[in-house]
């Protein structure tokens, strides 16, 4: 799936949409950092535990939430992988 967040990121970036990756692991971040570097990963990865992953509904993983500029969760897609055009029509749903 990261090919399809990257394209998403790149199309979405002068919109002001942001990719952001949650890594709920326990790794140090420089090793978190050279996982995504590894992979091609072009959006941000963030460090975060799995509170903060339940606290957006994320009980499975992969899961994807679109979170508006106010911060509210606007909508959630059923956990698993999705490609562009799902996660460009869940952006297109809901204008800044």
């Known amino acids: 799936e990261i090919p399809e967040l990257n394209a998403v990121w790149e199309r979405g970036r002068d919109k002001g949409v942001e990719v952001l990756a949650l890594s709920v692991d326990e790794l140090p971040a420089s090793e978190v950092g050279a996982w995504a570097d590894e992979r091609g990963i072009a959006y941000p990865v963030a460090l975060a535990d799995l509170d903060l992953a339940v606290a957006y509904g994320g009980g499975e993983f992969p899961f994807h939430v679109l979170v508006g500029p106010d911060g509210h969760v606007r909508e959630r897609l ?19």
């Open 78 to 96: 059923p956990p698993g992988t999705h490609d562009r055009r799902e996660l460009l029509e869940l952006i297109e749903r809901h204008p800044r």
